[in-house]
């Protein structure tokens, strides 16, 4: 199998190992993975490797030090060889994987939709990450989606827990929220969804001056604001910061400008990756200050879940 590997310590370094995967057990199945997204969504996985374990889902082959990790992406598989009666061989498979051209899994608490991965350097990981769609199984799949399915699953579904979390806290009555890196997939689909809620406040898209424009043209932000125009927004106002950029400079200023009006800075993503003081001190913002936290998807969405009944990716 080959695996593509990122040194964890500088994500501009990567390598392509080969090795044998493990033999299989009862129960076990491997696949073959088809294809896969890769967005500035992943980068973000390994930016906050450590701190939020997601270099803990897929073991680096051939890694002694522990230096080299897996950074997820989302995708297609093919089972290729299944040592479990209930999951035949040829079935397609949605779901998180790294990026590799196969992977042996482990799964468990199988329905006709899906299945959960029961190795056991998973069991302790959010249960989204390690659930697996049957799409073989769903009479409205449509391949012609795929490749819209990997690039746009993660994204969406962060998109909506960010608007219905922020729904069920009536938007901390504030009269703006601010998004940063409105050009973003993320924030473009937050936007949106607040658009179309009733009650939201006004939504305020932040952006380099050169996706001023077409920020602009997707009729979602109700005003759009470069960062080199920051002075422009009303700092008078109560308001929400939504983070997908992790830009020091940006959330200083604004944290600064606004004071006691900020009511809580949620720290998304991290498309400002490539700056590594930038990026420490915005996973550091996140972690530490009193109204700033880290969003993570996976809890709200396993709180959505269990409220809803939902089952399935």
């Known amino acids: 199998m080959k695996q593509l590997q990122t040194f964890k310590n500088d994500l501009t370094q990567t390598r392509v190992i080969e090795s044998t995967l493990p033999s299989l057990d009862k129960g076990d199945i491997s696949v073959s993975i ?5 967005t500035a969504n992943n980068v973000t996985y390994g930016v906050a490797g450590n701190t939020i374990g997601y270099w803990n889902f897929f073991q680096a082959l051939e890694n002694i030090n522990n230096d080299w990790g897996c950074i997820p992406v989302w995708g297609f598989a093919k089972v290729n060889i299944s040592k479990n009666e209930d999951i035949k061989e040829g079935e397609r498979l949605f779901g998180y994987f790294p990026p590799a051209d196969s992977l ?3 799964p468990i608490k199988i329905s006709d939709e ?3 991965d029961g190795k056991d350097h998973r ?3 959010p ?3 390690n659930n697996y769609m049957r799409v073989s ?3 409205s799949y449509d391949t012609s989606m795929d490749n819209i399915r990997s690039l746009l699953f993660p994204l969406h579904i962060t998109s909506f827990c960010l608007c219905d979390s922020l729904e069920d806290e009536y938007y901390l009555s504030a009269s703006q929220i601010i998004i940063v890196s409105a050009s973003s997939k993320t924030a473009i689909g937050l936007a949106q969804g607040l658009m ?3 009650r939201a406040p006004k939504i305020i898209g932040l952006t380099s001056s050169k996706n001023a424009d077409f920020v602009n043209s997707l009729g979602c932000y109700d005003e759009v604001i470069s960062y080199e125009q920051l002075s422009r927004v009303n700092y008078s106002l109560k308001s929400v910061i939504v983070d997908m950029a992790g830009s020091r400079e940006i959330l200083g200023t604004l944290h600064g400008s606004l004071g006691d009006n ?4 949620y720290t998304v993503g991290m498309t400002h990756w490539d700056n590594k003081v930038t990026a420490e001190d915005a996973l550091g913002q996140a972690m530490l200050r009193d109204r700033t936290e880290f969003f993570f998807c996976s809890s709200a969405y396993s709180k959505k879940s269990k409220g809803l009944g939902l089952r399935r990716l």
């Open 137 to 139: 199984k769903d009479i």
């Open 104 to 106: 042996n899994l482990s």
């Open 34 to 38: 088809e294809s896969f997204a890769f």
């Open 123 to 125: 069991k302790d990981l």
């Open 114 to 116: 899906a299945f959960i």
């Open 262 to 265: 900020m009511l809580k800075c």
């Open 196 to 198: 179309d809620a009733d």
């Open 127 to 129: 249960p989204v990450y």
